[in-house]
């Protein structure tokens, strides 16, 4: 096993990661059910972000940490950055990032775009975020997320560090209580699950300070 940022042959892996964290354990992928495009289409629209390398927030690929297997292939990754360390906060990074690439869609989106805000948690200032934690099902068991988290932390030493994720995915909500995290907020929306806009309506935010 080995842990590495993140290369350029790694950008299939790494949309991957973000498709099926996106997921979150469901069968739902939220940018297609809001701006009614593909997973292919959407996976398009990923590299292409990752093209243009804005910094500060998940789609850049200068903020990627991955597991090798072996052959060179990476199993598990991560996004992880300083919040706030460009001037703008990572979520609305990613809305004028989306609303660029998806300009036509996101006027048709708005109403649902509402109603998912109605569960955004506000990030917290200079600290770590991890993003689309994601390990290939054929490699989970054997500690690999455990493994890459810690080394992620080690590498922004000093840093308090932060997750969201939906509460259904209970799975990685007890692998992150174990390595420390604890939920510091929570938000909820049965809407969510109704409009078929999350696989889960309810979103955590989990925080662990530095040591």
């Known amino acids: 096993m080995i842990l590495r940022k993140a290369e350029p042959k790694d950008l299939d892996f790494i949309v991957d990661c973000i498709v099926e964290s996106e997921k979150s354990g469901g069968a739902i992928f939220p940018y297609s059910e809001t701006f009614g495009v593909s997973v292919l289409q959407f996976s398009q629209i990923i590299k292409g972000i990752f093209d243009e390398e804005i910094s500060g927030q998940p789609w850049c690929l200068d903020h990627w940490y991955v597991v ?3 052959e060179g292939v990476a199993v598990a990754g991560l996004s992880a950055w300083i ?3 460009e001037g703008l906060s990572s979520d609305l990074l990613k809305a004028q ?3 660029f690439f998806l300009k036509k869609e996101w006027e048709t ?3 649902k775009l509402q109603v998912l805000a109605s569960v955004t948690i506000e990030r ?3 600290y770590v975020q991890l993003e689309h934690l994601f390990t290939h099902p054929l490699h989970r068991g054997k500690g690999y997320m455990k493994a890459l988290i810690q080394k992620t932390l080690t590498t922004f030493q000093g840093y308090p560090a932060e997750i969201q994720v939906l509460e259904i995915n209970t799975n990685a909500v007890s692998l992150y209580e174990y390595i420390g995290f604890s939920v510091n907020q929570r ?3 049965d809407s969510l ?3 078929s806009l999350l696989s889960g309506s309810c979103k955590l935010q989990l925080l662990k300070n530095h040591e």
């Open 68 to 70: 090798e297997a072996a």
């Open 83 to 85: 919040e706030g360390a």
């Open 97 to 99: 990032i989306l609303n």
């Open 109 to 111: 989106a708005k109403d």
């Open 124 to 126: 917290k200032s200079q």
């Open 187 to 189: 938000q909820c929306n």
């Open 193 to 195: 699950v109704r409009l």
